[in-house]
């Protein structure tokens, strides 16, 4: 089976090609714009430039490859950069998904298209695949409007939302929770943690292991792929620099009504997974656990760069 990653510089992107190359049946094709920054043994994979914005390159190597399974996690995912520069946002996260279906649907490719919680208004939750969406920012109405051109290509299709993901690679474009609390404390400053957010957070590895098991399957349709348990940021943080063993009385609680940030945020998401348990035999890891994978990674990345 060939399957083809996009954005695979990315954090769900590297996790994906360190997890399918361990798969000797899966020929992985890893693509990305700019050079390769995927920490993983080269001789595993192809690793081929690819920028989604530019029809003729995504033409071009779809009908090279003639990828079985394509996943298809780039995207810009900051959101408030969305907020402010909604064209680029619809550019890559409307545009560049039409032009990967367009090229796609000439080979049948079955094309896994990573979606977001901030589709959702975030007035309830947990929520199930079939809960209205509703999004309150831009980034959430691009992902939306991709969710509905993948619905309705001629593909076979699965959508994955996810919630909050966090990691760590050595290359990483963006830092995440576990990341920021713990480089924060470290240097003993203080942090603001909002506790009026309702989020399910997700370890990077679960969500690849998601995407694996609907590739192997084939399965079609909706699925809600994160961690289970419904924690606030400030919980998270608490939790964070409980097992570092951090000052957690650097982290002060607060509410989101106090931050200027360009893109609201649905107060409340957090899936309910049951549907990913039972057809995909899905399984996350608890956020506790999740920190402790983390921390591995870092020490042996530090021993890496000694
Ligand atoms: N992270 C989260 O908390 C979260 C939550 C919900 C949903 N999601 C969804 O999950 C997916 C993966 O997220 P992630 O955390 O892995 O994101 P990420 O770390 O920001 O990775 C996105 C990747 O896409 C690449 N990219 C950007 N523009 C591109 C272009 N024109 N052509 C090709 N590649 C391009 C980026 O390249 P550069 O490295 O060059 O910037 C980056 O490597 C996204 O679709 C996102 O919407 C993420």
Redesign the pocket.
Known sequence: MKVLI??????????LVNLLTTKPHIEVVA????PN?IACDAATYTYRK?????LDQVNRVISQEKPDVII???????VDQCEEDQETCW???VQ?VQHMIQAAEKYGSFFI??????IFSGKKGPLHEEDEPMPVNF?GQS?LEAERLVMKSKLPYAI???????GVTP????S?IILWVKESLEQHKKIQVVDDQYRTP?L?ED?AMGCYLIAEKRAQGIFHISGEEMMTPYQMALATAAFFQLDAKLITRTNSNRFKQAARRPPKTGFIIDKARKMLNYHPHSFKEGIQIVSEQLNSLKNMLI
């Open positions: 996009t954005g695979a510089n990315g954090l769900l992107g590297q996790k693509t990305s714009r700019g920054q690819l920028d989604i914005t530019q298809h996690t780039a995207a810009l995912t900051h550019l890559l996260n560049s298209h990573l979606s977001t919680d901030f980034y992902k994955v939302r996810t919630v909050l993901v966090y290359h990483m474009s963006r995440n997700t990077a969500l």
